[in-house]
């Protein structure tokens, strides 16, 4: 509770107990709502993909879990752009009452700084972070036509190569360029805006490969459309047990999707271990359980502190890559 010095030569006996009255309630000078209350209402949850994504899917799935615990509506909103920037910043700036969440790619604050400007750069510190989520593995696929079906395949090729990404920013953009940097191959990037037209292009041939979240890719995989050649996460991918990781075949390029679900900084501890406490029970349902599988999703259920940590360390590992080797994700060099 914040602390008002006495004021007894201003203050009457009226305008004390209505001072009392707003302080008990936290809403003196646009102050925080009492959070013992905690939820007062329908808790939003603010996703920066468009519908229908990875991440749009995974809110969706936490939110119908962790309303039940909560016994609230928890309402999705997608406020796609600049890679959920815009949406981070916007909930960032929402009062620190718990009733306005997010949900956070590690993208966003460990990779798209490497390719913006600092006025334009999410900082995770500006954000309380309630828990993480899951670990989305990126794998690198072939075209059918390309003729590639192993990644010595892609190396050998002496020759220029289109390969597409995700967008400028992402997960999928590091690991290739870095890849193909480690590995001596000239590529030309076809930035796409998401997983979906990336993979499209790949189908049809408009680029030869494509750095993808599994998820997306898998259907096509599996019904032999396209060629995983690596995945990029530290270990080999349990759904895909029979593709090497990109260690494996000697590229240090771990580099996987993470999410987690954020608060506005300065959230109170009581509205923090209520969410996480709700956000627990979802993670052990069996619904949240098969969704995970289904989506090709790994549990990264590590908690917040944790979370910061971890994202922290691959931040500062990614900007080493990305200067050891010379590149511009932003595409101005």
């Known amino acids: 509770m914040m602390h008002f010095p006495t004021r007894r030569a201003v203050l009457g006996a009226t305008s004390a107990m209505t001072l009392l009255a707003l302080t008990a309630c936290g809403n003196v000078a646009g102050g925080s709502t009492d959070s013992s209350k905690f939820p007062s209402g329908p808790i939003s949850v603010t996703v920066g993909q468009a519908a229908g994504g990875s991440t749009d899917l995974i809110a969706r799935a936490v939110a119908e879990g962790a309303s039940k615990t909560l016994g609230t509506p928890m309402p999705v909103v997608n406020k796609p752009g600049a890679n959920g920037a815009l949406a981070t910043k916007e909930v960032a700036g929402k009062p620190a009452d718990g009733q306005n969440l997010l949900l956070v790619t590690a993208s966003l604050v460990t990779i798209t700084p490497l390719a913006v400007t600092a006025e334009e750069a999410v900082n995770i510190d500006d954000l309380d972070i309630i828990t993480g989520l899951s670990q989305d593995d990126y794998v690198l696929v072939a075209s059918t036509q390309s003729g590639f079906k192993t990644i010595k395949d892609v190396t050998g090729a002496g020759r220029n190569i289109t390969f597409g990404t995700t967008g400028v920013g992402t997960g999928s953009q590091l690991a290739q360029t870095v890849l193909f940097k480690q590995a001596n191959v000239q590529g030309t990037d076809v930035p796409f805006d998401s997983g979906k037209p990336a993979l499209t292009a790949v189908l049809g041939n408009q680029v030869e490969l494509a750095t993808i979240q599994l998820g997306e890719a898998m259907p096509q995989i599996q019904a032999?459309?396209?060629?995983?050649?690596?995945?990029?996460?530290?270990?080999?991918?349990?759904?895909?047990?029979?593709?090497?990781?990109?260690?494996?075949?000697?590229?240090?390029?771990?580099?996987?999707?993470?999410?987690?679900?954020?608060?506005?900084?300065?959230?109170?501890?009581?509205?923090?271990?209520?969410?996480?406490?709700?956000?627990?029970?979802?993670?052990?349902?069996?619904?949240?359980?098969?969704?995970?599988?289904?989506?090709?999703?790994?549990?990264?259920?590590?908690?917040?502190?944790?979370?910061?940590?971890?994202?922290?360390?691959?931040?500062?590992?990614?900007?080493?890559?990305?200067?050891?080797?010379?590149?511009?994700?932003?595409?101005?060099?």
């Open 224 to 333: 032999g459309k396209v060629a995983p050649l690596l995945v990029f996460s530290e270990e080999r991918n349990t759904f895909l047990p029979d593709v090497p990781t990109a260690k494996e075949s000697r590229y240090d390029v771990p580099v996987a999707q993470y999410r987690a679900v954020a608060a506005p900084k300065g959230t109170s501890q009581v509205a923090k271990d209520k969410l996480l406490a709700a956000f627990k029970e979802t993670f052990k349902s069996e619904a949240y359980q098969e969704f995970n599988k289904k989506n090709m999703l790994t549990p990264k259920e590590i908690s917040g502190e944790e979370v910061v940590t971890q994202w922290k360390e691959y931040a500062a590992k990614y900007k080493s890559l990305v200067e050891k080797y010379d590149i511009s994700l932003s595409g101005t060099k």
